[in-house]
């Protein structure tokens, strides 16, 4: 279930890069500082987004897509993709001087990532996973958890009633990974609020590509949508905030 969830995103993978929002600068600026060269993995690559953002940044980015739609997609922006799961994927002999992931490290094993990202980086590089999560007004929080209720009673993700603080805990895990698989210094965990502004048509767009939707029939998704959105004003500003942390191998 947990696979068939993660490789589920490509089901609209242009509506999924149309409706995720790029990384602020200062996350990408945070993690190419940390990197001693330009040479970039970048695991659960998606639709190209933070790839294209390292790419712009100076970066050499070679992407690992399990989901071969995400992957075409991706490519179709001049990135070089190849499709695998992280866990079963060979390197071939190449090496990286950052391996990074943005909101899909928690897809990945936490010990057997942060061995396989040990065993491709350069001496001194750094494993850099990242995510982005926002979090609902009230009353379309409450919405959205009253028709998760109602509609998909047995759903394995039911939102949380703070997304902001509770992403903390992917990263914790990520790092308790790190610690397992040795071979890296101390994980720095670390957060950056920012916000965002969508008309109710984007947001609800924005809501439709997440995990706990991509896996469920349309008219499904679309009930589900029309009660959070009966919910949402016409603009509304989303607080996000992004977590991560770095790992420099030793």
Known sequence: MHRRMAESFGI???GYDRSRPPYPDAVIGR???AAPGPGFLDVGCGTGIEARQFRASGCRVLGVEADPRMADFARGSGLEVEVDTFEAWEPEGRRFDAVVSGTAWHWVDPVIGAVKARQVLRPGGVLAPFGSVYELPTAAADALAAVYQRVVPDAPIRPPASMLD???ALYARAADGIREAGGFGEPEIWRYD????????????LIATS???TSLPPDTVAEVLAAVGAALDSTVTLPYATWGLTAAGV
């Open 12 to 14: 609209d993978a242009l």
């Open 31 to 33: 993690i190419v500082a």
């Open 166 to 168: 509770g992403y903390q």
């Open 194 to 205: 920012w916000q965002r502004s969508y008309a109710r048509d984007d947001l609800l767009n």
């Open 211 to 213: 995990g706990g939707l």
